[in-house]
């Protein structure tokens, strides 16, 4: 039996993508996971369903944590097939406008998260980028089933 939720799923990827130092990762999960939606950033936001029912069902604004805790969670539940760039999910810490910034593209969607809190002192700007085999590798894991996916034929 798994035990392992959607939202742990998703504060573990937080966790391994917003930090080097495992120390952190608690400060880390906190501060990242609670970033809300901003609607004037999120340049492609539409209120139209991307075909996830667990995403279409968030409130607006939602989360970060939510958002892709609700992704996996409908990979997990069956809810979505696989498609080929379907979604990423991408980091980008930098100095702009005093916070934070994450997002997650869904389809035509484009979804940016920003952090009240000001970011740790950064001189450069950072980017981390997954593809959406990650979170339909966790999907699989929290959902019981064992699928391999990928973007790439040669996997």
Same mark, same amino acid.
């Given at each position: 039996m798994n035990n392992v939720t959607s939202t742990d799923a998703a504060n573990l990827l937080i966790a391994v993508m917003a930090t080097p130092n495992v120390k952190d990762s608690v400060e880390t999960v906190r501060r990242f996971r609670s970033m809300q939606l901003d609607? =004037?950033? %999120?340049? %492609?936001?539409?209120?139209q369903p991307i075909?996830?029912?667990?995403?279409?069902?968030?409130p607006t604004p939602h989360t970060f944590g939510e958002g892709l805790a609700?992704?996996?969670?409908?990979?997990?539940? =069956?809810?979505?097939?696989?498609?080929?760039?379907?979604?990423?999910?991408?980091?980008?810490?930098?100095?702009?406008?005093?916070?934070?910034?994450?997002?997650?593209?869904?389809?035509?969607t484009n979804n940016v998260?920003?952090?009240a809190e000001a970011p740790p002192k950064l001189d450069v700007q950072r980017?981390?980028?997954?593809?959406?085999?990650?979170?339909?590798?966790?999907?699989?894991f929290v959902g019981g089933f064992h699928e391999?996916? %990928?973007? %790439?034929a040669s996997r």
């Open positions: 609607e =004037k950033l %999120s340049h %492609s936001f539409s209120k075909g996830i029912s667990t995403f279409d069902r968030l609700a992704l996996v969670e409908g990979v997990a539940q =069956k809810l979505v097939a696989y498609r080929p760039n379907y979604f990423t999910i991408a980091i980008m810490q930098t100095r702009l406008a005093g916070s934070i910034q994450w997002f997650y593209k869904v389809g035509s998260y920003r952090s980017e981390i980028r997954i593809s959406q085999d990650t979170i339909f590798e966790l999907g699989a391999r996916f %990928s973007n %790439s």
